[in-house]
């Protein structure tokens, strides 16, 4: 085996580790710290570990997208507590890996409806194989599946917001959404957005880089210049930012494209380093540039030979 390829394999089975096996963490590991910010009177966004949450309060109660892992649970609920005294009603996922699904179990304790995308309900009610990792997930216990789900869109009014879900389809998974808060003009991408670096793409559950550039353009449709945006993952962002995001991405696939019409291996396409000009501003996460071309490239190769 080439060893870059091992090398990033082997990174691969770390980013496995921590985004997709909270219930393997020790029950006495102390959770890390969540930090909340205030968006609006209404809208706040978490920090901790895993994905970002986002979260609606007022007197109808309390909204929160994503909760991170198990171990987390305590930690965000006692955050949610300090800004209202309201119940938690619902939970929206984003989708379905388990650093945003983990803490479903508590969040279902504690009276809420947990809610997504139908493939969302689909992969957390029976096992999953992670190709990119070689890793069977195994399906989550009953009372961590989506009681109500939806496949298209979905629309929420509480705490005087209209919150618009709008599922993207072959993105991040093949079961993401994205929130707008309309009279907030905020918006939650799930994982089609990773602000600041290169984004993980499941494509073992359906993701796919075109999906992931039409998500983002989708999403771009909602948004103007005050619009703030809540990432899955990495710094609260906002249109602009957005907007360079997407041009990365579509570099990515012309660079891909290319070398896949000059008929290269996945070998050669590693070792011709594709990706070292994006490197510098988008490699500075979990995902680095050599794994984006093991994660996307066979794939474009693929659409080539299919002449997509």
Request: no cysteine; aromatic share 8%.
């Amino acid at each position: 085996m080439n060893i870059t390829i091992l090398k990033n394999i082997l990174k691969l089975s770390t980013l496995f580790i921590f985004t997709q096996l909270p219930l393997a963490q020790s029950a006495d590991a102390k959770p890390v710290p969540v930090k909340v910010q205030k968006l609006s009177d209404s809208v706040y966004m978490l920090t901790g570990k895993g994905g970002n949450l986002g979260f609606s309060v007022g007197v109808d109660g309390v909204v929160v997208i994503d909760d991170q892992f198990d171990d987390m649970a305590d930690n965000i609920r006692n955050a949610i507590t300090k800004t209202s005294k309201q119940p938690v009603r619902m939970v929206l996922n984003t989708h379905w890996h388990g650093d945003h699904t983990g803490g479903n179990e508590k969040m279902h304790e504690l009276g809420a409806i947990i809610i997504a995308q139908e493939n969302v309900r689909k992969r957390l009610t029976t096992d999953q194989f992670m190709k990119a990792f070689k890793k069977e997930v195994k399906a989550r216990p009953r009372s961590a599946w989506p009681v109500v789900t939806f496949t298209q869109s979905l629309t929420i009014h509480l705490n005087d917001d209209t919150m618009m879900v709008n599922h993207l389809p072959h993105a991040h998974t093949d079961g993401d959404a994205f929130i707008f808060f309309k009279e907030d003009n905020i918006i939650h991408t799930g994982d089609l957005y990773f602000s600041g670096m290169f984004p993980f793409i499941d494509v073992g559950s359906g993701g796919s880089l075109a999906g992931m550039i039409s998500g983002v353009k989708t999403i771009l449709k909602f948004a103007d210049d005050k619009t703030r945006i809540i990432p899955g993952h990495g710094k609260l962002s906002n249109k602009k930012e957005l907007q360079d995001y997407l041009k990365m991405l579509k570099a990515m696939q012309q660079k891909f494209q290319a070398l896949a019409k000059q008929g290269k291996s996945l070998d050669e396409a590693v070792a011709a380093k594709p990706l070292a000009t994006l490197s510098g501003k988008w490699g500075g996460g979990f995902m680095k540039a050599d794994n984006m071309v093991q994660l996307l490239y066979p794939s474009t190769v693929d659409n080539i030979k299919n002449g997509d």
